[in-house]
């Protein structure tokens, strides 16, 4: 069954240094999505993804932010200048049908970022 | 804001069935009721979903109250890997929004 991978699995940074989580969505979706969820606390939304351009972005996705889809298989998430409380787990999904509300977003299994 | 409301936590015996409820008072017409579930250590996985007519896949089934302000997922018959957070969002755009969930623990 197809599945969204991302990597890596735990990433250690320093405040203030730049970080690229990496995805690759599911083959022939054409929707992808960022959220996060800190340790202990609710899945949050980040970012939709479509067509090469942000369909959606939740407070959260400031200028520090920004998303990316380099070639035709990876999406990433760039946090410019890491602070303290980008330490969380970070999530990209994908769907095949965007925002049908029968749609269906396949979850990958996170990126722990933790920075020091 | 989630805009749903489940209990935050539930226990089930192995084997048995499992009813997690959700209030939805505020619900739309036009959104849909998508469960997920997260296990531990995992990323948020699709259950089932629905819009006014109950619904039945190889995972669980759906009751959705005829107002449709109140749904319940359904699992028929709980394993320990069913063990998780069980969260129930009211669907009609692109973002899923979560709320706290409900932490279904299955006794052996």
């Known amino acids: 069954e197809p599945e969204v991978t991302q990597t890596p699995s735990h990433q250690v940074t320093q405040m203030g240094q730049e970080v690229i989580l990496r995805c690759v969505p599911i083959s022939n979706h054409l929707y992808f999505y960022w959220y996060r969820q800190i340790l202990g606390q609710k899945v949050e939304f980040l970012v939709s993804f479509y067509n090469n351009e942000i369909s959606e972005k939740s407070e959260i996705f400031d200028d520090q932010f920004s998303v990316e889809r380099p070639d035709g298989s990876n999406f990433t998430l760039k946090i410019r200048s890491t602070k303290l409380e980008d330490s969380a787990m970070y999530f990209c999904?994908?769907?095949?049908?965007?925002?049908?509300?029968?749609?269906?977003?396949?979850f990958g299994p996170g990126t722990r970022l933790t920075v020091l | 804001d989630a805009k749903t409301t489940q209990p935050n936590s539930m226990e089930s015996n192995e084997e048995e069935p499992v009813h997690l409820p959700c209030n939805h008072s505020?619900?739309?017409?036009?959104?849909?009721i998508h469960w997920y579930r997260q296990l531990p250590s995992q990323g948020p996985e699709y259950v089932i979903h629905g819009l006014t007519s109950n619904v039945n896949n190889r995972m669980a089934s759906l009751a959705i109250a005829e107002d449709r302000k109140s749904s319940t997922l359904i699992l028929h018959r709980a394993t320990l890997r069913d063990a998780a957070v069980y969260y129930c969002i009211r669907f009609g755009n692109e973002k899923l929004t979560f709320g706290t969930g409900t932490r279904l623990t299955i006794i052996p």
């Open positions: 999904a994908s769907s095949a049908a965007g925002g049908a509300s029968t749609d269906t977003q396949y």
């Open positions: 505020t619900i739309s017409g036009t959104d849909y």
